[in-house]
């Protein structure tokens, strides 16, 4: 079955750096995109990243570009979210999603995992 | 970027209820709409899917509406485990945007 394991979150200080990694597993991941989303303590859903089957597609939600950066090793079945700059409001559980859909993203999401905690505080 | 409003934010029902969540989008997306459900330290569990396709698994109760702007998401005859928060999403173009939720809670 579908697998995604997030990890690399934890408490980090304001300014600095924090690199996600999601895992995958149980699917052909070389012919889905990943998202990623977050979801503030008490808030709601919050879309941040995308990347593209084949890695040459990305695109951001405007509260991270420029901030945030996204790849992934399809060797190694991992996509990598490189979060810098990171600030308060960055506090989140950031989810690793898959894609449904084969190459293109469709947005349909039912394999999603089970997240990672990310805490900007000094 | 695509901005995606609900309406009611929260909604206190009890078990037997019929409840309509609505989600209005910036711009016109045809059908591109989900919608989850979440439960309380939970990820989202995708619910319905191109407006109206419900995900495989999901029970009968729950069935989605809308094309353009203007959907609707409803639960006929709302059980014990529906009580939860609910997000609509679009998916016509990236970025992906969310809805702000929907809570449903205990009358």
């Known amino acids: 079955q579908v697998q995604l394991v997030e990890s690399g979150g934890g408490v980090v200080q304001p300014g600095r750096s924090l690199r996600l990694s999601c895992a995958a597993s149980g699917f052909t991941f070389s012919a889905y995109a990943i998202h990623w989303v977050r979801q503030a303590p008490g808030k709601g859903l919050e879309w941040v990243a995308f990347?593209?089957?084949?890695?040459?597609?990305?695109n951001f939600a405007n509260s991270v570009k420029g901030r945030f950066t996204i790849s992934r090793d399809n060797s190694k079945n991992t996509v990598y979210l490189q979060m810098k700059s990171l600030r308060g409001e960055d506090t989140a559980v950031y989810y690793c999603v898959k894609d449904q859909a084969v190459g293109e993203p469709a947005g349909i999401y039912v394999d999603w995992g089970q997240g990672t905690r990310v805490t900007v505080s000094s | 970027d695509i901005q995606m409003t609900q309406s009611p934010s929260s909604v206190s029902a009890s078990v037997g209820d019929r409840v309509t969540i609505t989600c209005r989008a910036s711009?016109?997306?045809?059908?591109?709409v989900a919608w989850y459900q979440q439960k309380p330290g939970r990820a989202p569990n995708l619910l319905i899917y191109?407006?109206?396709t419900l995900q495989s698994g999901v029970p009968s109760r729950f069935s989605g509406s809308g094309s353009g702007t203007d959907f609707t998401l409803t639960i006929t005859s709302l059980q014990p485990e529906d009580f939860a928060t609910y997000y609509c999403?679009?998916?016509?173009?990236?970025?992906?945007?969310f809805g702000p939720g929907t809570k449903v809670d205990f009358k």
């Open positions: 711009q016109g997306i045809t059908t591109w």
């Open positions: 191109g407006a109206s």
């Open positions: 990347i593209s089957y084949d890695g040459y597609d990305k």
């Open positions: 999403q679009q998916a016509k173009s990236l970025p992906f945007t």
